[in-house]
């Protein structure tokens, strides 16, 4: 087998290691590097003194008379090894830094100018580490990178079979790897950020609160294979991506949970001259194929990953909100990986033209129990059975199963039509891939999920969330107690209560009081969910009252023996679900989780300008290009939209969007990459390193050459990836204009250069990214950044349109904004006042019929619903 080479970690986009070979050297070989450059280290104050005669260290500051005169050979000479003698003292400097933080068990800090010289220093203490000659806290080792610890069990990896497996196929590398992992507390070693490295004494000091508890670290993880190859054998150097187990007290960190190996049979071996890009895609086949295996709670929730994004994004269509934490940030990167957004889509669709077959056929919709959704199939169980299917769908066993017939791809559902199944929630994925869901409200009873109390708690979060923010859910409204605090924040549609009494108490009030008002209740549904433990007595209430009315669903935590349904899951994660005959994967959100998720939803409501004139401020583009150098490169990258990049080479459709990742992530990384870093960021679930080098070369080729005959995909001296400076990204080029309109002399000036800038401007940044790919981008908070920038230089322009008296330049400039954001309230807010400038009421009335349509059923920001009462009156009443 092949082993992957990176952890799964969407934040870890650097390496720290100076090395970039696969192989760890050996301890002999560190010993002769340190011994060289310990003779180095001597010889240079030697060679000093036969150069230039040990110069004696000046007494005095040069005169007037003395920098005047001329100079000679023994000047220059004098000159160059006084300079080869502050070089001496700058990595002296660095040397003695590099001992202390060697002792520290840390990185030093940068020495300014020092550059190579501390890069040298380092590569010396590291060589004397090893040799003992330095005293650290880390242990010198004599042991071999192949000694690996012997693993019982091998468990189920994103790897990649062989062509011809051996008959007894010893376990690998990362079999091995996440095995010793299994249920332990893992720390994931983070990427540099703006000269931070991470290191064991900060790791020790944010998890365990003293520093130096890293010894702690050290020895429960030194000689440890990583899935790199690489072991901890210096308390000092670790990489990006190695998973480290912490002691039992550990904070804020996650514990990996424990996989059964599934029984599988090897893929036949490719054959022919396709052996290579079969091995390629297989290898990309099986990271995705195995996510719901590697112990991540996001892994195969991609249903309620698809709802809390689309509910970010409603969120986020006003304004770009605040700046998230970096929990914040990790939790949508975490999203974006689980997503299938995909499959959201089509089930929303298939559930809306469900409900509109049913309605032309003139016949109620069927009582489903459970789905089942695959990546192009979908079942409904039935009970009772119809054995007469309704357009589009076919009867399976006697009517028991429905199953759609119609295409998928072209799915296209009357969008006034409401989606069937409100209460559907997925409970898991199977060991196919496939969502098991079940529909809450027609249980006609309580549903208990029995086992691990811990699990079954953060199971029944997951439906609570997954009721409130589906996009087929909009009529469901959930009452909850026992969960997390954090998810009341997250969906408005979630209510807490104290207890379990509080919770049924608020339901039947609510009912009692519809009852009383005469309120429409038919198609909504009311989820009360206990994510604590409770006595018997009011088990048997929520049973009642949730068997007593139709359109009220009761989920808990515990068994009984009133429930209709009683669900189990174990420590591991798997729920048995005895009405299907399945076990599946089971969705979990803890709490730690749920407050990372809530503080993104909370960033979003934010706002990050005062509105008292001050300008955005913009980070300079390390690249000079302007619009018409990127409406004009041959090899170009845009991210102000979908991502796009345009090459004058060649490359297969089902390439390019991985081809697309690479490049757009070299492009904004104008510093250049170590591929390991670049693995990181564009297969966060590991990949092998032949996989990720063909696609690196796959890249090189699309970009081509330059007219010196330079590939524009290059590699630097110190082995970083980089793009040549013709490559042109949208991104470089809105700041470059942006940044010249600000330093225009005349109106006239910043305004035609923000109007070139907006221009680039095509919609949300990496908006409709593919199923898994560009996670990195909310690690550093790309979109956020790009679409303020945006709004600041579409307010700038509008402002100056409305000074110069043209209203429909105003419209345009805000239309600018609307196209990133397109509920933005002050945006709009510019549109309506030009319109009626120019068009009067009738102008008003359109705009606020396109208001209308964008808002979907929210409601109007109140200062907006004031000014369409002031230019078109009663309009802003019937919206808001």
């Known amino acids: 087998m092949t082993e992957p080479t990176t952890a799964p970690d969407a934040s ?25 450059l310990l003779g180095l280290l001597i010889g240079l104050p030697v060679a000093l003194v036969l150069l230039g005669g040990a110069p004696p260290i000046p007494t ?21 090894v006084a300079i080869v003698w502050l070089l001496w003292l700058v990595f002296v400097v660095c040397v003695v830094l590099e001992i202390i933080a060697a002792r520290r068990g840390g990185l030093a800090r940068t020495v300014p100018l020092a550059g190579p010289l501390q890069h040298l220093a380092r590569a010396l203490i590291g060589g004397l580490l090893v040799t003992g000659l330095v005293a650290g806290p880390a242990h010198a080792t004599m042991a071999s990178s192949a000694d690996i610890a012997p693993a019982s069990t091998p468990v189920a990896t994103a790897t990649v079979e062989s062509a011809t497996p051996a008959p007894e196929e010893k376990p690998s590398r990362a079999d091995r790897v996440e095995k010793r992992l299994e249920g332990e507390l893992v720390y994931t070693v983070k990427a540099p950020n703006e000269g931070y490295h991470d290191n064991l004494w900060d790791i020790a000091e944010r998890h365990l609160g003293d520093g130096f508890r890293y010894k702690e670290i050290y020895e429960l993880n030194k000689d440890k294979v990583q899935l790199d190859g690489r072991k901890l054998e210096l308390a000092r150097l670790i990489q990006p991506g190695w998973q480290l187990i912490m002691p039992a007290d550990a904070v804020g960190i996650s514990r990996v949970a424990v996989q059964e190996a599934p029984a599988t049979a090897p893929a036949p071996a490719p054959t022919g001259s396709d052996t290579a890009d079969a091995t390629s895609a297989d290898a990309e086949m099986s990271v995705a194929q195995n996510q719901s295996e590697t112990g991540a709670w996001w892994m195969g929730a991609g249903l309620l990953a698809s709802g809390l994004l689309g509910a970010l994004a409603v969120s986020r269509r006003r304004r770009p909100g605040g700046e998230p934490d970096e929990a914040a940030r990790e939790a949508e990167a975490d999203l ?28 109620a919709v069927p009582s489903a129990y459970a789905a089942v959704v695959g990546h192009d199939e979908i079942e409904l169980h039935l009970a009772p059975a119809v054995p007469e299917a309704v357009e589009g769908w076919e009867a399976v066993d006697g009517g028991a199963v429905w199953r759609f017939a119609d295409d998928l791809a072209t799915l296209d559902p009357p969008a006034d039509a409401d989606p069937a199944y409100p209460s559907l929630v997925s409970l898991g994925v199977d060991s196919s891939g496939r969502d098991v869901l079940v529909d809450l409200a027609s249980s006609g009873g309580l549903i208990t999920i029995g086992g691990d109390l811990h699990v079954s708690s953060e199971v029944v979060t997951s439906l609570a969330l997954q009721a409130a923010v589906s996009p087929w859910s909009r009529s469901v409204r959930v009452v909850a107690t026992g969960l997390p605090s954090a998810v009341e924040s997250v969906a408005e549609r979630i209510s807490l209560a104290p207890d379990v009494e509080s919770a049924a108490s608020q339901v039947e009030a609510a009912r009692e009081q519809d009852v009383l008002t005469g309120r429409q209740v038919d198609d909504e549904v009311t989820v009360l969910a206990v994510g604590t433990q409770v006595p018997g007595f ?72 005062e509105g008292d004139g001050d300008r955005i401020a913009i980070s300079l583009p390390r690249r000079d290009a302007d619009d018409a150098a990127w409406l004009t490169a041959t090899s170009r990258v845009g991210v102000l939209g979908p991502v796009l990049v345009d090459g004058p080479g060649e490359q297969t459709e089902r390439r390019a969007a991985v081809l697309t990742e690479i490049v757009a992530f070299l492009a904004l990384h104008p510093e250049g990459v170590h591929p390991t870093v670049l693995a990181g960021a564009v297969w966060p679930l590991g990949v092998t390193p032949e996989v990720r080098d063909a696609n690196i070369e796959r890249a090189r080729v699309w970009l081509g050459t330059d007219r010196e005959g330079h590939h524009r995909l290059r590699e630097s001296l110190d082995g ?27 109106p006239r000036d910043e305004i035609d250069l923000l109007r070139r800038a907006l221009k680039l401007v095509r919609g949300p940044a990496f908006e409709d990214a593919p199923r898994g790919r560009y996670a990195w981008v909310a690690t550093l908070d790309l979109p956020r950044t790009i679409g303020e920038l945006a709004i600041d ?49 009738a102008g008003v009335a359109a705009a606020v019929d396109q208001l209308h349509a964008v808002l979907d059923g929210e409601p109007m920001d109140p200062t907006t619903a004031t000014l369409v009462d002031e230019l078109l009156p009663g309009a802003g009443s019937q919206i808001s």
């Open 12 to 36: 870890r986009f650097e390496s720290l290691a100076p090395r970039h070979d696969d192989e760890t050297p050996s301890v002999a070989g560190r010993i002769g590097s340190a011994l060289a």
């Open 60 to 80: 005095e500051v040069p005169g007037l008379r003395d920098l005047a005169r001329q100079l000679g050979p023994e000047d220059l000479v004098s000159v160059l």
């Open 336 to 363: 974006r990986l689980a997503a299938d957004p995909d499959r959201s889509r089509v089930l929303e669709s298939v559930l809306r033209q469900l409900s509109a077959s049913c309605e032309g056929a003139g016949i």
């Open 538 to 609: 009011a088990m048997q209430r929520l049973a009642t009252l949730a068997g007593s009315r139709s359109g009220l669903a009761a989920v808990a935590i515990g068994d009984h023996e009133a429930a209709r349904w009683r669900l189990h899951v174990d420590e591991h994660g798997t729920l048995h679900v005895p009405q299907l005959g399945l076990a599946v994967t089971a969705n979990r959100i803890g709490a730690h989780h749920a407050e990372a998720v809530a503080s993104l939803f909370a960033s979003a409501g934010l706002t990050t300008r």
């Open 720 to 746: 970083r990836l980089v793009l040549g400076p013709d490559v042109v990204c949208d991104w470089d080029a809105f700041r470059h204009l942006v940044i010249a309109s600000r330093r225009a002399d005349f």
């Open 793 to 841: 230089a579409a307010m700038r322009l509008a402002q100056l349109m409305q000074d110069g008296g043209d209203p429909a330049g105003a419209a345009a400039a805000a239309g600018a904004v609307l196209r990133v954001y397109p509920t933005h309230e002050e945006a709009w807010r510019i549109v309506l006042r030009s319109r009626h400038a120019s068009g009067g009421t």
